[in-house]
T-cell receptor, first 114, second 115 residues
Framework: AQSVTQPDIHITVSEGASLELRCNYS??????LFWYVQSPGQGLQLLLK??????LVQGIKGFEAEFKRSQSSFNLRKPSVHWSDAAEYFC????????????FGTGTRLLVSP | GAGVSQSPSNKVTEKGKDVELRCDPI?????LYWYRQSLGQGLEFLIY????????KSGLPSDRFSAERTGGSVSTLTIQRTQQEDSAVYLC?????????????FGSGTRLTVV
């Protein structure tokens, strides 16, 4: 069965420090992978996606993620966190052909300390 | 429209009452999805529409839940005889085609509270 694991429920990072949010997936084929961000009271916004090719993908707001097939991981990174990055982050996986629903992780809440 | 619009943004209802949640997708988006987000949980898939038909409704939790889409546009999610466990944020998303490489655009959600 498809599943996504985000092992960290909460993470606190100092402003200006680097960030890595973990995502591991279980999927029977080469998946499409996504990171979404949800600010309080808002819908989800797509940060970046991986379909194929270069395993390091760049997204909006200075985020990047690296697909590691051998580790079934798609970790999200940012070199220097800003206070406005405080939000909840969701990793999602879906098939690379046709439609099937995206499967989401339970999210990681990022807190940014001064 | 410019984005996915959901209404109402907040809904408080008494247990046992019926509620309707509305989603207005981006114009031209043929695929529409409903997800539910409960406190401390990830997003739970409910149903997907391609045009007016629903090829996958496997996530609807019970027969109290139903959804329809008309004119390939607006969708309504109806919950009958609401229960407290139905309290959640209901998110709607749309995409140009029912292919994951287009990605979803989400609405801001409807927060449903059953008292």
């Amino acid at each position: 069965a498809q599943s996504v694991t985000q092992p960290d429920i909460h993470i606190t990072v100092s402003e200006g420090a680097s960030l890595e949010l973990r995502c591991n997936y279980s999927y029977g084929a080469t998946p499409y992978l996504f990171w979404y961000v949800q600010s309080p009271g808002q819908g989800l916004q797509l940060l970046l996606k991986y379909f194929s090719g270069d395993t390091l993908v760049q997204g909006i707001k200075g985020f990047e993620a690296e697909f590691k097939r051998s580790q079934s991981s798609f970790n999200l990174r940012k070199p220097s966190v800003h206070w406005s990055d405080a939000a909840e982050y969701f990793c999602a996986v879906g098939p690379n052909t046709g439609f099937q629903k995206l499967v989401f992780g339970t999210g990681t809440r990022l807190l940014v300390s001064p | 429209g410019a984005g996915v619009s959901q209404s109402p943004s907040n809904k408080v209802t008494e247990k046992g009452k019926d509620v309707e949640l509305r989603c207005d997708p981006i114009s031209g988006h043929t695929a529409l999805y409903w997800y539910r987000q409960s406190l401390g949980q990830g997003l739970e898939f409910l149903i997907y529409f391609q045009g007016n038909s629903a090829p996958d409704k496997s996530g609807l939790p019970s027969d109290r839940f139903s959804a329809e889409r008309t004119g390939g546009s607006v969708s309504t999610l109806t919950i009958q005889r609401t229960q407290q466990e139905d309290s959640a944020v209901y998110l709607c998303a749309s995409s140009y085609e029912a292919l994951n490489n287009y990605g979803y655009t989400f609405g801001s959600g409807t927060r449903l509270t059953v008292v």
